[in-house]
């Protein structure tokens, strides 16, 4: 290397170096440079006096800040000879993903700082740092931004017949994808009445804490009847709302004779005199329909679900022929003979909760159990009297049977023994009779239209049990009877009279006074009638041909 440019790079660094050494030298040992250019105080001698505090402090500052001015300066024309060699495309570079630096070098030092603070860097936690921290430069705004970014993506709702339904009110005319989704989501949730289990993402939890934590996180991302829903169901008043029609796609004028919910999913069964049994999704606001099944000169009777939801049985009002609709193969099956029965009509039957038998009431005061598998004859229970109407127990073990006369039989399924046998209080003329499914209540209708509810302890035990409440609010004959899956509601109905139809409020045995009063929505003359399982909704089919719907606010949000 040249002389000349040996002398005119070199002595600089060296110079400094000199000048660390002789600040670290000082005899007075009130200032030294650390490796970073910052002063720090050495400790006196012992062989020294110690100076008065004032002018002590005041010469170690002056001495730091002419200790730093000297490093600034050094730094700086060090770095005007590393940039004599860079081209002006990298040092446009550097400036762009740097900053700009030239004024102050400890900027991008603190920038630094700043972003490992932010991502959890472990930095030294002096008080220099942090005030650097406190006074780091505002972000630069960046040079371009793309608007269609930023903006979100509106669907129209009008445009589509599906989307319209989905509206919760006239202004809501666009919507965002994700709140379209979202909706989406609720509708899909609300048709299957709940989340299927093929749809349920199962977590793994590692600890308490994070169960709580994913607790907590649910509890403030939900919004619905947390409010709304109490443990049990007020009596007085009950808060409902009218749905569409059951069968409102595919309308009838015929009597509706059977009305049934599937069991495990959304669907609702309605049935009648027009020769069909038809099925639809239920939704509450358009009820599509899925299915519809015709039986050639068979009107319907009564028809229902098995248990399990696979199969319908379907009996008509003058034939012996008992039809069975497999649901999964679509393959309609009809019984023309029981061996052993031989009943020359069979209308009224009656499934177990179990689904293992099935029960045909018969004449002469026979009812008939069969195997609900291989649709044979078990066994024959007969009463005095004739058969009015008969029910399973919520546990499939026994059977009520209620005659013509005011007397109910209760009968062991297994050896068809008659176990005890009581008299419904007041009943002169026996038309229906329902149980609990939580195996408490026993509720029997009577052609004078009172219906008195026991328990089924003392029903067992007793000759002559006293009723816990008699409902008087029918006057004509109380044709059907049934309990809602949780037990607090018991509906009531007479098809001999205009909406004659009321619900009990459980265990007050209190009548709901806005019930069927609801926006003015007239029932007629109700046939048949059932809840739901799960989602809280009330059908009744009537004799227009029509299957009303209410959804009870106590079990589902609007």
Not at 114 to 131: M, R
Not at 134 to 160: A, H, L, R, S
């Amino acid at each position: 290397m040249p002389p000349e440019r040996r002398n005119r790079t070199k002595p600089d660094r060296r110079a400094g170096t000199r000048l660390d050494r002789k600040t670290q030298r000082k005899p007075d040992g009130r200032a030294r440079l650390d490796r970073g250019g910052l002063p720090r105080k050495a400790g006196p001698s012992s062989s020294q006096r110690t100076p008065p505090a004032q002018s002590s402090s005041a010469t170690a500052l002056e001495a730091a800040a002419a200790a730093a001015e000297a490093e600034r300066r050094l730094r700086q024309r060090n770095r005007q000879t590393l940039e004599e060699d860079i081209p002006a495309e990298e040092r446009c570079l550097e400036e762009l993903v740097f900053g700009d630096v030239e004024e102050d070098e400890g900027a991008l030092l603190r920038r630094l700082r700043g972003s490992q603070t932010q991502h959890g860097g472990t930095l030294d936690d002096s008080e220099g740092e942090s005030e650097a921290h406190d006074n780091f430069p505002p972000q630069k705004k960046p040079v371009w931004v793309d608007e269609e970014d930023e903006d979100e993506e509106m669907v129209d709702m009008k445009k589509n017949r599906f989307r319209k339904d989905m509206m919760k009110n006239v202004t809501e005319t666009k919507l965002s994808k994700d709140k379209l989704q979202k909706r989406l989501k609720e509708e899909f949730q609300h048709a299957m009445g709940g989340v299927p289990a093929w749809a349920e993402t199962s977590k793994q939890k590692t600890s308490s804490d994070d169960e709580s934590e994913e607790d907590e996180d649910d509890l403030l991302q939900r919004t619905g009847n947390f409010i709304s829903t109490s443990t049990s169901l007020p009596r007085g008043i009950l808060k409902m709302k009218n749905c569409q029609h059951a069968n409102a796609e595919r309308p009838t004028t015929a009597r509706i004779s059977s009305v049934q919910f599937h069991p495990c999913a959304q669907v609702v069964m309605v049935a009648g005199l027009d020769n069909s049994i038809s099925l639809f999704q239920v939704d509450g606001k358009t009820n599509p329909k899925i299915q519809s099944i015709y039986l050639d000169r068979f009107p319907i009777y009564k028809a229902c679900f098995t248990a399990n939801g696979e199969e319908v049985l379907a009996t008509s009002v003058h034939s012996k022929v008992l039809y069975v609709y497999d649901m999964l193969a679509g393959k309609l099956v009809p019984v023309h003979q029981v061996r052993g029965l031989k009943e020359k009509v069979v209308r009224r039957f009656e499934i177990s909760p179990d689904g293992s038998f099935l029960l045909i009431n018969g004449i002469a005061g026979y009812s008939h159990l069969l195997s609900m598998k291989t649709k044979e004859l078990i066994g024959s229970m007969k009463i005095n009297g004739r058969v009015s109407a008969c029910t399973f127990s919520s546990d499939s073990k026994k059977i009520y049977t209620s005659s013509g006369d005011g007397e109910v039989y209760i009968w062991d399924v297994n050896s068809r023994r008659c176990l005890n046998r009581f008299v419904d209080e007041g009943n002169l003329r026996a038309l229906s009779i329902a149980t609990s499914r939580n195996g408490q209540y026993i509720a029997c209708g009577s052609s004078s239209g009172v219906v008195n509810i026991y328990n089924q302890d003392s029903c067992l035990q007793e000759t002559n049990p006293k009723p816990i409440k008699a409902i008087m609010n029918l006057v004509t004959g109380v044709t059907s009877l049934t309990f809602n899956p949780t037990t607090e509601i018991l509906a009531i109905a007479s098809r001999k009279m205009k909406e004659a139809v009321r619900l009990v409020h459980l265990p007050s045995c209190t009548v709901f006074s806005n019930f069927p009063v609801v926006k003015k929505k007239t029932i007629s003359r109700a046939q048949t009638m059932d809840f739901s399982p799960r989602s809280g909704y009330f059908a009744v089919g009537n004799e227009k041909g029509k299957a009303l719907m209410y959804r009870l606010h106590h079990y589902s949000d609007f």
